[in-house]
């Protein structure tokens, strides 16, 4: 059985953990909410992208998936629409519908904006042993699996 001074101190410690995550995943998602160096996707545009990467939409499922406002989403799939990264194909389920998806310059705009946020994070791991770098891979997936069993 835990004393009552050792659930204090685990308490104090799970608060210690709980603010650093927060710390940490507000720093990384605002780098990657940045625009990078060499980067030709507006960071808005690139979440709709990377949402659209396993296949096409109707705009109210983007809209859902990224977290988004429908009228948001509307707004930015014209944007990109006119930029050539995605177009509106009919959906196959409804005649009346249509379904967003990537084409070929999105995918490459995509792919390149997904690699310089990857090196980013690399670089930041650089100087990290091989045991260190599979702790937390390790305790990452543990964590995520952990979060997203309490918000299904």
Do not use: C
Request: aromatic share 2%; hydrophobic share 40%; net charge negative.
């Amino acid at each position: 059985m835990q004393s009552t001074s050792d659930a204090t101190l685990a308490a104090a410690s799970a608060t210690q953990v709980v603010d650093s995550l927060l710390s940490t995943t507000m720093t990384i998602g605002r780098l990657m909410r940045q625009r990078l160096a060499g980067d030709q996707l507006e960071p808005a545009t690139y979440w709709v992208l990377k949402n659209l990467a396993a296949g096409a939409l109707r705009v109210t499922a983007l809209a859902s998936s990224t977290q988004l406002d429908t009228s948001t989403v509307s707004r930015h799939v014209t944007q990109l629409e006119q930029s050539g990264l995605v177009e509106r194909t009919q959906d196959p389920d409804d005649g009346r519908a249509q379904r967003v998806g990537l084409t070929e310059e999105g995918r490459t705009q995509l792919a390149a904006s997904t690699a310089r946020r990857r090196e980013v994070l690399t670089d930041s791991l650089d100087d990290w042993d091989t045991a260190d770098l599979a702790d937390l891979e390790r305790l990452l997936g543990r964590f995520v699996a952990s979060v997203e069993s309490r918000t299904r």
